[in-house]
């Protein structure tokens, strides 16, 4: 069973502490044999390049928070997939409920980005989900929806270009608890087989304040958890790496 875990650390820490964080983060996956988890990390802009040095050796690719839609020209303040793959980024986020909340992202926008990212060689990890709650059949239906928006363009960009789907609903990030396990088990079903057939051999993680303990709960039913704020503490995202381990022991052993 492949799982990928990845962290986004949003803007919650400073500069000096996102090294510290990485340092902390790099110590700990040199500590432990994971060598078949996909994990990557996603700091600031300005902490892409010292981060990726840090992790240099631990097995954890790092990427960038935004892309760009368009690969050159006078948009101020943007980065390009060009500029982030020069740097050593191997994932560019997009379609986060915060940026389609608070910057007003289309879905469109979403799939420009998502474009930009395979036209690079990026692995876009694309934020979806239902942005109130509705019931399982639904969510499912709307979740599906924006991925077939948001991989409308791959095959006429890059055939075969792999993507992290994360099934993020707005309702439950920033929330005290995760989405129920079977709700969340449902739609990350929905989301494999439309994947399976828009981008095969992608995953489809949980994120909207996953954390320790869920991962265990919902073993199988998701390819791996989208870390946010409940990984900013080194020794909780420890604790997630060590389930993810436990999980593949035992899967090989049954």
Known sequence: MSITIGVSLKAYLGYRDTLRWASDI???????????????????????????????????AVGSQDIAADDAGNQTGE??????????CHYAEVGHAERRRHFGESEQVV??????ALRHRLVPVICLGEPTRLDLDAAVEESVRQLRHALGGVQSVRPG?????????????????????????AVV?????????????????????????????????????????????P????????????????????
Do not use: C, N
Not at 79 to 88: F, I, Q, R, S
Not at 193 to 210: E, F, K, M, N, T
Not at 239 to 253: G, R, S
């Open 111 to 116: 799939a420009a980005k998502t474009a930009a």
């Open 161 to 185: 270009g792999r993507v992290v789907v994360a099934y993020e609903p707005h309702w439950a990030i920033g929330a005290a608890e995760p989405a129920p396990d079977e709700h969340i088990i």
């Open 26 to 60: 790099a110590e700990i996956t040199r500590s432990r044999s994971h060598s078949s988890i996909e994990l990557f990390v996603l700091p600031a802009f300005p902490a892409l390049v010292p981060v990726r040095d840090i992790l240099t050796g631990s097995g954890i």
């Open 79 to 88: 980065v390009t997939g060009a500029m982030l793959a020069d740097v050593g």
């Open 235 to 254: 020794k909780a995202f420890a604790t997630v790496l060590d389930e993810a381990i436990a999980i593949q022991l035992k899967t090989a052993a049954s």
């Open 189 to 233: 079903a929905g989301l494999r087989r439309a994947a399976s057939q828009l981008a095969p051999g992608s995953s489809v993680i949980y994120g909207g304040s996953a954390g320790p303990g869920l991962l265990t709960r919902l073993a199988g039913g998701v390819d791996g958890l989208f870390l946010g704020r409940f990984a900013h503490d």
